[in-house]
């Protein structure tokens, strides 16, 4: 039993199961829900940063949209934990942004929510969904119309 008397609420906080191989939906969104990525200049930072996290084999990186508060990046998972993969593309991101604006602390919001996708799952609808966020937004009439998402099929 875990000290804090309320059972698995410690654990959950403190980690997650991250599997290499394993498709997952991470989703991570700007502290106070600031809409710092409808700069497109901002926005092509944090992008930097995920192809980045692909290049160097951390993730396999399946599609990904950057809403102008939040994102959304479906990966299959490689040799890195999903917390760390998560501070490595927060921290990194949060810094080039900063430094942008000629600012300095937090930009996201703590943590972030993972969904491990199972295996029956169509992983190609899941990218359409992820894609189909700007639209289901209103921002956009088409998903070809917005800058800032990107899916492995195309």
Do not use: C
């Amino acid at each position: 039993m875990l000290l804090s008397g309320k059972p698995h609420a410690d654990a959950l906080r403190r980690g997650r199961f991250s599997e290499p191989t394993r498709i997952y939906l991470l989703t991570s969104v700007l502290l106070g829900r600031e809409a710092l990525f409808k700069d497109l200049t901002l926005g092509r930072l944090l992008v930097a940063e995920l192809r980045e996290a692909h290049e160097l084999g951390l993730v396999h990186s399946l599609a990904w949209v950057v809403m102008p508060d939040h994102l959304h990046w479906l990966v299959q998972l490689e040799r890195t934990p999903l917390n760390e993969l998560m501070r490595r593309v927060k921290g990194r991101s949060a810094r080039q942004i900063n430094q942008r604006l000629s600012r300095s602390g937090a930009l996201w919001q703590h943590g972030f929510h993972d969904r491990a996708l199972r295996q029956e799952e169509d992983v190609r609808a899941v990218a359409r969904y992820v894609i189909a966020n700007p639209i289901r937004a209103g921002l956009v009439r088409r998903v070809a119309d917005y800058p800032l998402w990107d899916a492995v099929w195309l």
